[in-house]
C-alpha cells in the first residue's frame, strides 16, 4: 500500500515528527479522518475504511524508527503476534505496510473508552468487581496468546483499553504487542546471578536495550532473554494490580529507571498494606507478593490460576463448579425451533450469548428428558419474594411505582406457567441483576417451558460472581439433552464455571453439524475459542439450520476481527430480508461504523414493521442518541402490543443511563394495567430497573456488605 502525497500535519503537531500525513490524506483504502494522539513513537489517526466504512485506528511509526530494522522487526512481528491470536479481548490489526515516504504503519481496530492507565488516574479507585473484570479479561487475552507462545512483555496499564458500555462493565482490550516474544532469542545480557542488579539496569539503559516498560518488567526480562514465558505477564498483571491497590508500581514511577530495575531485580516490595489507597482483605498481600515473586516458579502457573487466586483474595465468591453431567455426544439432536410468539432482535451487549431475531430465545430445543419437579412455580414465587423482603431501602425500588411493579412481578411468577414463562422473558430482556433469585429458583420449574425461558434469563445475566446461579445450572443440567444442554453450559461458562469449556469442547465433535455450530459459537462468545473453529463449524453446517443462529456465529466472526465476515454485512445491508438488514445494522451500528449508523437512523424512521422500528431506535439509544430514546418512549402508546413491549424491554435496558428516568417511569406506569400480559411483564421489569438505585451505588452497597460479612 501507499499514502498519497501529504501536507503538513494537524495543528499542534510537532515539527520533527517525521510523520508527513494529515486530515483527508488516505492510506491505501483509508483516509484519514482526524488526529487521535501522539506519543514517542509515532502518531495514531483516527481514519475509515472508504469501501466498509469501518472506522479505524491507524499508527503510524516516527521517520526515525522506521528506518530502524530492529524496530521494524518489532513492528511487524506485532502485527503477526495480534493475527495468529485474534482473540475479542485484543485490539485487532487489520492491515499493516509502508506509506510511499518508506514510514511504517498498521491499521488497528478503533476503541471509544479510556485507557486503564486514565481510569486509574481518576477518582473513585476501583472497586473489587471492576478489579476482578477488568484483570479477569486482561488474563483471558494473555490465555489465548500464551496458548500460542506469545508473551506480550510489556503489559501496562496504557496498553489495556476499557470500551464504554450502557448499564455494563467497560469491555476491555490488550493492545501494542509491539514487543512480543513468540519463540527464544538470544539474552540481552548474562544472568542475573553472573551480573550486578546495577550493572545490568545500567547497561539496559544505556544501551537502549530496554524492551518494556521499567515499572512492570519481571526479573527475568531486565536480567536475561532466556526464561521469558507466561509469567513474565503474570509479574506485570502483579504490577499493575499493586498499583490499582496502593496508587504507585511496587518500585516507584520516578524518572530513575535505574533505581526502578534494580528494585525489580534485587529488592522486595513494601507490603501492599502498608500504602494502601483504601482497605482491603488482608489476602490480598500474599496474593501480590506471589504475584510478584523474582523467581518465575514461585508464580501463579497461568492466567486463570491469577485472576482466581485474585477473586480468593478480594474476597469476591470463591470460584465453585458444579457436578458436570456426562453426555454422550449422539444425544445432542437439533429438531427445527418452536413457532416463535414474538420476534425479537439481538442485542448483542458484551459477552452475552444474543438472542437472535427469529423468536425470544432462538436455541430453545430440548430434546432428553428431565426428571418433572413438583411445586416450582410456588418456588419461583417464594425467591421473588424472599429477595424483595431482603433489599434494603436503599438498594430496592425507590417509589410506590416501582414497588407496584415488583408486586406484579411476584405475582406472575406465582402464577400459571405461560405468566412465569412471561415475566421470566421479560426479566431476561430487561436483563437487570435483582431478577437472579427468580431465575434461579425457575430452573427447577416443572414446566419446560419455563425453564427455558430461565436458561434464557441466565445467559443474559450471568456473571462470574455468581456461584449461587452456576451451581443452579449444574444442577439444572442433569439428563438435559439437545440445545438446552448448550445453552446451560453457555450460562453456567459466563457464571464462571470453567468445566463448562470442557462440556462444550467435547460438542464441538458432535456428528450433528448444528450441535457443533451452537456450542462454537457459545465459546467465542466467552473468548474459548477463536476463528478457525467457528469457521470451519459454519462450513459445516447445514442449510437448515435457523438463519438467526447462523447469523450469531457470524457476529461472533466479526467481534473476532474475521474479515470475511464483511461480505456478510455487505449483502445482509443491502439485500430485501428485513430481518438480515436489520441485524447487520446493529452490528456495524454498534461498531459506529459510519453505514451502520446511517441504516439504523434510516430503519429507525421507515422500516415497514413498527417492531423493526423500535429495534433500530432502541440501539441508537444505546450509543447515546437521546432522540432515539424519546422515540422509544413514543412508542409504548402504540397500538400493537410487541411494540409497546419491546419499547418498555428497551427503556428498562438502558434505565441506568436515561437521564430523566422519572419521566420514562410515569410513561411506564399505565402498562401495568395493560391487556396484553406480555407488555405488563416488560414494564413492570422495565420499572424495576429504572427505580432502582445507580449501578455504581449498587456496587458500593454491595462491597459494603462483603466487609460487613467479613467483620467478626
Known amino acids: 500500500m501507499s499514502s498519497t502525497s501529504a501536507s503538513e500535519m494537524p495543528p499542534g503537531s510537532p515539527p520533527d ?5 494529515s486530515i483527508g490524506d488516505r492510506i491505501g483504502k483509508y483516509l484519514i479522518t482526524e488526529k487521535l494522539g501522539e506519543g514517542g513513537m509515532g502518531v495514531v489517526f483516527g481514519g475509515v475504511h472508504e469501501g466498509l466504512g469501518r472506522q479505524v485506528a491507524i499508527k ?7 528506518r ?13 503476534a495480534v493475527s495468529r491470536i485474534g482473540h475479542g479481548n485484543i485490539v485487532a490489526i487489520y492491515d499493516f505496510g509502508r506509506l510511499a515516504d518508506g514510514g511504517l504503519y498498521y491499521v488497528m481496530e478503533r476503541i471509544r473508552g479510556e485507557t486503564l492507565r486514565q481510569r486509574l488516574d481518576r477518582p473513585p479507585p476501583l472497586t473489587p468487581d471492576e478489579a476482578y473484570h477488568i484483570f479477569g479479561y486482561i488474563g483471558r487475552a494473555l490465555q489465548a496468546a500464551h496458548a500460542l507462545g506469545i508473551v506480550h512483555r510489556d503489559l501496562k496499564p496504557e496498553n ?16 501494542d504487542f509491539g514487543v512480543a516474544k513468540m519463540r527464544e532469542t538470544e539474552g540481552l545480557l548474562p544472568s542475573v546471578g553472573t551480573t550486578q542488579p546495577t550493572e545490568i539496569a545500567a547497561h539496559l539503559t544505556q544501551a ?18 532466556h526464561g521469558i514465558d507466561g509469567r513474565t505477564d503474570l509479574y506485570a498483571l502483579g504490577a499493575m494490580l499493586y498499583e490499582v491497590l496502593t496508587g504507585a508500581p511496587p518500585f516507584g514511577a520516578g524518572d530513575n529507571v535505574m533505581a526502578i530495575l534494580t528494585g525489580h531485580l534485587a529488592q522486595d516490595p513494601a507490603l501492599p498494606s502498608e500504602r494502601a489507597r483504601f482497605p482491603f482483605p488482608p489476602a490480598m498481600d500474599p496474593f501480590v507478593l506471589r504475584a510478584l515473586a523474582k523467581d518465575p516458579a514461585e508464580r501463579f502457573a497461568d492466567p486463570s490460576a491469577f485472576t482466581e487466586a485474585l477473586r480468593e483474595a478480594w474476597g469476591l465468591p470463591k470460584m465453585r463448579t458444579a457436578t458436570l453431567p456426562v453426555l454422550a455426544l449422539p444425544q445432542f439432536t437439533d429438531a ?19 438472542l437472535g431475531g427469529a423468536g425470544a430465545l432462538t436455541w430453545r430445543l430440548v430434546q432428553g428428558a428431565r426428571p418433572e419437579g413438583a411445586g416450582a412455580g410456588a418456588a419461583v414465587a417464594q425467591a421473588a419474594s424472599t429477595e424483595t423482603a ?18 406484579l412481578l411476584d405475582k406472575m411468577l406465582a402464577g400459571d406457567a405461560p405468566a412465569r414463562r412471561t415475566a421470566l422473558e421479560a426479566l431476561g430482556e430487561v436483563a437487570d441483576r435483582s431478577a437472579l433469585g427468580a431465575v434461579v429458583a425457575a430452573l427447577d420449574d416443572d414446566n419446560p417451558e419455563v425453564r427455558r425461558a430461565a436458561v434464557a434469563a441466565a445467559l443474559e445475566l450471568a456473571r462470574p460472581e455468581d456461584e449461587e446461579l452456576r451451581s443452579a445450572l449444574g444442577e439444572a443440567a442433569q439428563g438435559a439433552g439437545g440445545a438446552l444442554a448448550i445453552d446451560m453450559a453457555a450460562a453456567r461458562l459466563r457464571a464462571g464455571d470453567a468445566s463448562a469449556a470442557e462440556f462444550l469442547g467435547q460438542a464441538l465433535a458432535a456428528r450433528d453439524p448444528a450441535v457443533r455450530l451452537r456450542a462454537a459459537t457459545a465459546l467465542a462468545g466467552q473468548g474459548k475459542v477463536q476463528a478457525p473453529p467457528l469457521r470451519r463449524a459454519i462450513a459445516e453446517a447445514p442449510a437448515s439450520v435457523p438463519r438467526s443462529l447462523r447469523w450469531e456465529a457470524y457476529v461472533r466472526l466479526y467481534q473476532l476481527g474475521e474479515p470475511a465476515f464483511h461480505s456478510e454485512l455487505d449483502k445482509a445491508l443491502t439485500g430485501t430480508d428485513p430481518v438480515a438488514r436489520l441485524d447487520a445494522a446493529q452490528t456495524l451500528g454498534r461498531a459506529r461504523e459510519p453505514r451502520g449508523l446511517q441504516a439504523l437512523a434510516e430503519l429507525a424512521q421507515g422500516a415497514p414493521d413498527p417492531v423493526d422500528r423500535v429495534a433500530a431506535a432502541a440501539v441508537q439509544a444505546e450509543l447515546g442518541d437521546s432522540g432515539a430514546a424519546q422515540a422509544l418512549a413514543a412508542a409504548l402508546t402504540s397500538a400493537q402490543p410487541e411494540v409497546r413491549a419491546r419499547a418498555a424491554t428497551s427503556l428498562g435496558r438502558l434505565a441506568q443511563a436515561l437521564p430523566d428516568r422519572a419521566a420514562v417511569s410515569a410513561r411506564l406506569a399505565p402498562l401495568l394495567r395493560d391487556g396484553d400480559p406480555g407488555v405488563r411483564a416488560a414494564a413492570a421489569a422495565a420499572l424495576v430497573a429504572l427505580t432502582a438505585r445507580p449501578l455504581a451505588d449498587r456496587a458500593a452497597d454491595r462491597a459494603a456488605d462483603r466487609a460487613t460479612e467479613r467483620t467478626p
Request: cysteine-free.
Open 336 to 354: 427445527a425451533p418452536p413457532a416463535a410468539q414474538r420476534r425479537w432482535v439481538p442485542w448483542l451487549v458484551g459477552g452475552v450469548l444474543a
Open 68 to 80: 530502524d530494522e530492529t524496530v521494524v522487526a518489532r513492528f511487524q512481528k506485532e502485527a503477526e
Open 390 to 407: 431482603a433489599r434494603t431501602p436503599a438498594a430496592g425500588p425507590r417509589d410506590p411505582l416501582g414497588a407496584a411493579a415488583q408486586e
Open 17 to 21: 515528527s517525521g510523520v508527513s500525513l
Open 160 to 175: 489495556v483499553l476499557l470500551e464504554t458500555r450502557p448499564q455494563e462493565l467497560p469491555l476491555v482490550k490488550v493492545l
Open 60 to 66: 503510524v511509526l516516527r521517520g526515525e524508527f522506521s
Open 208 to 225: 537502549g536495550s530496554l524492551l518494556g516498560t521499567p515499572m512492570y518488567m519481571a526479573p527475568e526480562q531486565i536480567g536475561s532473554g
